[in-house]
């Protein structure tokens, strides 16, 4: 209007309601502009300037992803695969949101996916909770389940397992019963407390514990000695019979001496009564070299080892079962004593082992001139 139509700078301000000194710089920098000039406006601040150089790389961004998200599409499961990348940048401590926000997903999305693919797992580690529960004689909890688990190559933790056996309704069986076996009231000579609670042994053959327990049949009371190696828990040996004489004891004892050859001074600590305290159970002990030691009266802590595998013993097989005889009785408890307790279950004491894998495994690491003869 000022240079084409010749109005003056004042007319046109007021006309237009501007400035009258922004209309004169306008018209210097026109001037500028046709001479090849860069101008004389108002240079940009270092601000706005690092605001248009985000712009134009943000349009950039937009303009080199448009074209990978019109094609994921067409080159695999867009959600599936969004969701295992989700997944993987929250293991390297990128947020949830953030991840969602910029992959384009919704967060409920994303968590249910999580859900189903959590339930699947749970479905499959059920089933192999429930196998390891089945084959432990119903008698794992959720710390020898978990152990199971994991020599297995599950990837679980027992607060899982716990979980699991909750929903399963999965859970070890226990009962109590509760009869005397041992008759303490004799005058037969009773030794001193030896052991005294040293239940850690350092090499195998050095301490033994021994006792007698109850299982009830169909036929009557069934009796069993037991003789444990306290280095490895191992039952070496063991005696059943309907009636509890000396004799009983002499056997558990014959058979463990035939299975272990210990040397003399071997240490073996039971009760003190009667079968023990008699005279032809003192007489294989001096034949041998066996130093006897007995509990204090009315003590079960003194021989708590023993009568912990008694107690494991009939939770995870007597109690589950109904034995129509003695014979029946005799075969489970010894399948009990030589296939599942020292071989196969895993016992706490032990890191977790076997008696039997644990006896191996200490035999290569001992160090020499520690061993079964020492």
């Not at 027992?158 to 303490?184: C, G, N, Q």
């Amino acid at each position: 209007m000022v240079k084409d139509q010749g109005l003056s700078i004042v007319h046109v301000c007021q006309s237009m309601d501007l400035v009258d000194s922004v209309v004169r710089r306008w018209i210097k920098q026109h001037e500028a502009e046709l001479e090849g000039q860069p101008g004389i406006g108002k240079p940009l601040t270092a601000e706005q300037q690092r605001i248009r150089q985000l712009e134009a790389e943000n349009r950039q961004l937009r303009a080199d992803n448009d074209p990978i998200k019109k094609s994921l599409g067409l080159l695999c499961a867009r959600t599936e695969m969004t969701y295992r990348l989700i997944h993987q940048l929250q293991q390297k401590a990128v947020p949830v949101q953030q991840a969602c926000r910029v992959l384009a997903v919704s967060r409920a999305g994303y968590y249910q996916h999580r859900r189903r693919g959590e339930r699947k797992a749970d479905v499959v580690a059920s089933v192999q909770l429930k196998a390891a529960f089945v084959a432990s004689g119903k008698s794992y909890g959720s710390r020898r389940l978990c152990r199971a688990l994991q020599a297995q190559g599950v990837i679980i933790g027992r607060y899982r397992v716990r979980r699991l056996m909750r929903e399963a309704a999965v859970r070890p069986v226990w009962k109590r019963k509760f009869i005397h076996t041992t008759d303490s009231r004799h005058a037969l000579p009773v030794a001193d407390n030896v052991l005294d609670r040293q239940f850690d042994v350092a090499a195998p053959n050095r301490a033994w514990v021994s006792d007698i327990t109850y299982v009830r049949t169909r036929q009557g009371w069934l009796y069993l000695a037991a003789v444990m190696d306290l280095f490895s828990r191992k039952v070496v040996g063991w005696a059943m019979a309907p009636t509890m004489p000396a004799e009983l004891v002499a056997s558990a004892l014959c058979m463990a001496l035939q299975q272990r050859q210990p040397p003399r001074g071997l240490l073996l600590h039971s009760d003190r009564g009667s079968q023990y305290a008699s005279l032809g159970y003192q007489a294989l002990l001096e034949q041998h070299g066996i130093v006897c030691s007995m509990s204090r009266k009315g003590n079960c802590w003194d021989n708590a080892v023993m009568e912990r595998f008694f107690l494991n013993l009939k939770m995870e097989r007597v109690w589950q079962r109904d034995y129509a005889n003695h014979g029946e009785a005799q075969r489970d408890i010894a399948d009990y004593i030589v296939s599942f307790y020292n071989c196969t279950r895993l016992h706490s004491t032990l890191g977790y082992l076997p008696p039997a894998a644990y006896e191996q495994k200490m035999a290569a690491i001992l160090p020499i001139g520690v061993s079964e003869n020492t």
